[in-house]
């Protein structure tokens, strides 16, 4: 794989010192305050209603009870994941809660993937959605 394309970009100090601490990953900080932003939708009453997050320690305990183990996974990346995937997935396309593990697995570990994916779609959405990161409140 070739160089990062954004490394070409000017990036706010606090952007820099931010991936200065936690490179293209999630610190718990930036993790609580992503997930705090998420959705769902409430299949009775076709609402939007805010996400009941998961914590890390409950998905340290998912993959366990699955026998998961995550090679690539670094910061708060698998706890993002394990929300956004619950957030979006969860009890349509992903069934169970065995297949959110087998999820995790397979979105952090993708053989095709890149240090930093999770991250990285997550500030594309951002500058998707206009919403923008208070990188100073990050640190």
Do not use: C, S
């Given at each position: 794989m070739g160089q990062r394309l954004d490394v070409y970009d000017?990036?706010?100090?606090a952007m820099k010192n931010y991936l200065s601490l936690y490179g293209w990953h999630f610190s718990k900080k930036m993790c609580e305050w992503a997930v705090s932003k998420m959705e769902?939708?409430?299949?009775?009453?076709?609402q939007k209603e805010k996400l009941v997050p998961i914590k890390k320690e409950e998905v340290e305990e998912l993959l366990k009870k699955y026998g998961i183990k995550l090679e690539k996974d670094a910061g708060y990346d698998c706890v993002y994941v394990a929300n956004m995937a619950k957030a979006d997935y969860y009890k349509s396309s992903i069934t169970d809660e065995s297949r959110?593990?087998?999820f995790l697995k397979d979105y952090i570990d993708d053989?095709?993937?890149?240090?930093?994916l999770p991250f990285t779609r997550f500030y594309a959405d951002c500058i998707g959605s206009g919403t923008p990161i208070m990188w100073d409140d990050m640190l």
């Open positions: 000017k990036m706010p100090p769902v939708e409430n299949k009775t009453t076709k959110l593990a087998l053989p095709d993937g890149y240090d930093g």
